[in-house]
């Protein structure tokens, strides 16, 4: 039972952090990642159709990533592909064992199932340099004012230069037992949830508390667990305007960065990646298929929309929200469906207004359902199906 709750667990970091769309808000280092929010000014409030599309050799293993015009994207096969994100022609590919990525000012940073992360020049492929972490990577690496910070099935978080994949720190988790009707099981693996300017934030699994790292000190500042005992860190956790939001079992939680203390609490469904902050507004999408936006001073609701069954955070770019899902989905919950959602199987696209909830437009696949979050760029949307096809939607 617990190897199958942090299997969930692993799933939803995936598609969420890995925290958290493909493309990633400005941040200090201007990245962005597999699984996170857009970074271009522009965007598709309106759908003039298919710009192309491309069936790739294997089906993706994590969200696309847009970076000074390429379109990057980690396949099954362990390969990294760079496409021009304009054409869709492929620039070139290699394999390195990939599943997920970071882009920033040029370079590539891979998430490699060997339990190494590569840095490559994004134009030619060529390493720069490669960094092997002790253990299995459990997450999508994060990365913050020129460090990446990543962890392991082994117990260690890693702090590694981004320019010269040097090693600046480590440190390693508390062992923790936890205990069911299967007998006692020492938990110990580094589940990397978010991070700021200040902290790095992680759990160990099904049953353990959020931990805040200062990335300054390299010590635990505090350590947050549920207030009801039965209930459970759930999905992926974001961090930003000095608050950490925590998605568990039965709600969403707003924590001072600072302390750890609690704000405020509100019930909700399992949500689907990281929840997103735009200005004093949290976005977050339930697996059930309802969309939320609400006041993240006060965890007040300010609207909700209905979907057929999200499967990723949403994305966000000059005031639309953008999500993905498919019937897939919605089987797994149950949803509430929305009339402006297509009926039938396969997978759809949807775009909302951030300020009132309302559907601007949504595209529909029927062959298959989506997996990972859109990435948004220039008056374009890419996003990629199960199947392994790749859209370009203007």
Known sequence: MLSRHNAIIRLFLAV???????CRGKTQDDATASGTTPVARSGVPRLNGTKWTITLPKPANAAPVLSEGLLFLTTE??????????????????????????AAEGAIYVAGT????????????????????????TSLPILRNGVI?????????????????AEKWFVESEPDIFA????PKVLYEILLASADQNAVYYWSGFGQPLIAVDSATHQRRWKYSPTNSANNISAAVSAAGGRVFVPTMEDLVSLDAATGQERWSIPAGFISGAP???GETLYYAELGGALHAI?????KEQWRAFGKGFVSAPAFLDGVLYVVGGAESSTILGSVQSPDVPASGGGWVMAVDSK??????TYEVKESSFQFAPCVGPSTLYAVTKTGVLLALR
């Open 77 to 102: 096969d362990g390969n990294l592909h760079a496409f021009d994100g304009e054409t869709g022609a492929e620039r070139w590919s290699h394999n390195v064992h990939g599943k997920g990525l970071i």
């Open 295 to 299: 006041d993240a001073a006060k965890g």
């Open 16 to 22: 969420g952090l890995l925290m958290l769309c493909g």
């Open 180 to 183: 069911n009707h299967f007998g």
């Open 114 to 137: 060997d339990g190494a992360i590569r840095a490559l020049e994004g134009r030619t492929a060529a390493e720069k340099w490669r960094f092997r972490t002790r253990g299995a990577l």
């Open 149 to 165: 910070y990543a962890g392991t099935a082994a117990g260690r978080l890693h702090a590694i230069d981004s320019l010269t994949g």
């Open 356 to 361: 009132t909830g309302r559907t601007l437009w």
């Open 276 to 278: 997103l902050l735009v």
